[in-house]
């Protein structure tokens, strides 16, 4: 009774009989990079795709905006960076945190008021 050979187990996962393994597969996890360098690269590439589309001769597709659009589009774009970077920024744990903090300082006219008179 004390002998290994006895039990069994198997090492891979359960499959069922007459069921067909559909393609139903773990996702592999990608490997994250830093999100302020991928942001500073993207920034860089739309900067240089800026600066290559008007040297050539202009394509049918894109317009032609005026300066004040173009400041417009950029500061859009930049605001959007800043926006992703920051709520990229903190874990969830961290923002729990916060929200904890806030609720703390709350006053007590927020809390649930009570319902039971018996107690």
Request: aromatic content about 6%.
């Amino acid at each position: 009774m004390g002998c290994d050979d006895d039990y069994f187990s198997a090492k891979g996962p359960l499959k069922l009989k007459g069921v067909d393994d559909s393609g139903l597969k773990k996702k592999k996890k990608k490997k994250k990079m830093d999100l302020e360098k991928q942001m500073e690269a993207s920034i860089r590439r739309q900067k240089q795709e800026a600066l290559e589309a008007p040297s050539g001769s202009p394509s049918t597709s894109s317009q032609i905006f005026t300066p004040a659009e173009q400041r417009f589009k950029e500061r859009q774009r930049k605001m959007e960076a800043e926006r992703i970077l920051k709520k990229a920024s903190k874990t969830h744990k961290e923002k729990v945190e916060e929200f904890n903090r806030h609720l703390d300082s709350l006053t007590e006219h927020f809390d649930i008021p009570k319902v039971s008179w018996t107690k």
